[in-house]
Every structure is written in structure tokens, then in C-alpha cells.
């Protein structure tokens, strides 16, 4: 079966810094592309980045304009999303998910594959 838990969210203060994890089990890790969605209240889930399977590459939604990075560690079955330079229109539940598809498919939110979700709070 698989299993995402998104862990790491919290409360931080405008321009400052967080570090999102989303531990896998379940699936052959490196079969399969994982990414980040966010859903901000009242707006509707939006995709933000996304890892490939394989060779790794990722990809990134403009809103998140370079201040947020993605990465995987294998040996840990898990991915990580770095965010600096937080706005408060960053406030949102986050959540991780997978597909063995890649980021092509996963950015369009169809995937099966969701982990709970974890919240940033973004506010002085």
C-alpha cells in the first residue's frame, strides 16, 4: 500500500524559512515521480513543484519563482521541499504525492497517491 506522511509545517514569520518532509513507504521509491501541492483557504489545490523518478529532474510552478527546491533522498525514502523567502500568500495545507507516471501526470493532481497534508502558516 502506498503511504505518504508530509511532516514539518508550522507557524514562521513572513521572508523566513521552512523545510517540508514527506517520508514514503509502500512502493519502489526511485519507480516514481513525487511532488507538493498547497491549498490555501478559500482557493483551490494548486501544484507547486514535482522530482522525477530516475534521473531526477524537477519542475517548478511560477508561482513559487525559484524560493522553493525539491529533493529526494533514497536512502531515506523521502523528499524534501525547502521554501525561503515565505509570503504570506504561502499560508496553505501542503500535502505530497506520488505517481509512477512522472511530473507530467502528477502536476495535473489526477494521482491516487496522497499523503495527509501538514500546515504553514505564514504571519508576524
Known amino acids: 500500500e502506498v503511504q505518504l506522511q508530509a511532516s514539518g509545517g508550522g ?36 501544484w507547486v513543484l514535482c522530482i522525477s523518478f530516475g534521473h531526477g529532474k524537477t519542475y517548478y510552478a511560477s508561482s513559487v ?16 521541499l525547502q521554501m525561503n523567502a515565505l509570503k504570506p500568500e504561502g499560508t496553505a495545507v501542503y500535502y505530497c504525492a506520488t505517481d509512477p507516471r512522472g511530473c507530467i501526470v ?15 502558516t505564514v504571519s508576524s
Open 11 to 46: 507557524l514562521v514569520q513572513p521572508g523566513g524559512s521552512l523545510k517540508l518532509s514527506c517520508a514514503a513507504s509502500g512502493f519502489t521509491f526511485d519507480d516514481y515521480a513525487i511532488g507538493w501541492f498547497r491549498q490555501a483557504p478559500g482557493k483551490e489545490r494548486e
Open 65 to 80: 519563482d525559484g524560493r522553493f527546491s525539491i529533493s529526494r533522498d533514497s536512502a531515506k525514502n523521502t523528499v524534501y
Open 106 to 120: 502528477l502536476r495535473s493532481g489526477t494521482t491516487d497517491y496522497w499523503g495527509q497534508g501538514t500546515l504553514v
